[in-house]
């Protein structure tokens, strides 16, 4: 798929993320908005999977640890066809397999029930430490909030990453200097967040979270040569691709009205 083929693609995902959140009153949608280009770049370029076999054990593996932007990874599975697109329309019914956040195994393609932030990385950190033990060549990318850099939890995996030399893992940061409350830079000294996982042994990059070129670039160089583990820095914007909700945190509470979807989807030119 050609670099214009996935900014379509994209442009189609947001839609659909849109309508999901409209049709079942769900917050979080600004939050699923700043991490499409990452998982169209991982989905469709970078990672070695097979829908057809999802558990096959010399696949890649990718986590979402930032399990309240569920929408959008169950929108990339499906469109990659892990499973029919028509399941989209139950998510969050009474019952469905697609919950507000992902329960474990609850579709094909799915690694990890997330949610509670600051999990998705140590589990990422001991698939790569299990891979190596078995022989197999997988790799493990782990999306990862800003504010889940907070967690202790997310520090002490990377701590252990650069001393056992994991170079197979790697931690995408989808940096959109948001949290629930406020910035993310007024609630926790992130800042210099790059030189932060540097200093803590890993092999560090940034790139604009909405650039599939540089995203595919620097993924597919996962392992890189240097022995460590992959810190990617990924400058995205919250609510990216809808102007009245770019950058508006009041967006990580609000599901959008009818009349906000017509307008969204036309700015996305889906109308």
Partial sequence: MTVPEMEVLGRRIRGRLIEMSHRARTPHLA???SCVE???AAYWEVLALDPRNASAPERDRFILSKGHAATALYVALAYRGFFPEALLDTFAEPGSRLAEQPSPGCVPGLELATGSLGHGLPVGVGMAFAGRLQGLAHRVFVLMSDGECNEGSAWEAALLA??????RVAAIIDYNKW????????????????????????SSYEVDGHDLK???????????????PVAI?????????VSFMED?????YRAPDADQVRRAKAELGLL
Avoid: C, Y
């Fill in 214 to 228: 540089a995203l595919i670039d620097v993924m597919a160089h996962v392992p890189d040569g240097s022995g460590k």
């Fill in 233 to 241: 820095v990924a400058h995205t914007v919250k609510g990216k691709g």
């Fill in 38 to 40: 990452i998982l169209v």
């Fill in 31 to 33: 939050s699923t908005l």
């Fill in 162 to 167: 650069p001393a056992q030399r994991l170079d």
């Fill in 179 to 202: 949290q629930a409350t406020g910035r993310s830079n007024e609630i926790m000294a992130l800042h210099p967040l790059r030189e932060k996982w540097e200093a803590f042994g890993w």
């Fill in 248 to 252: 508006d945190n009041n967006w990580h």
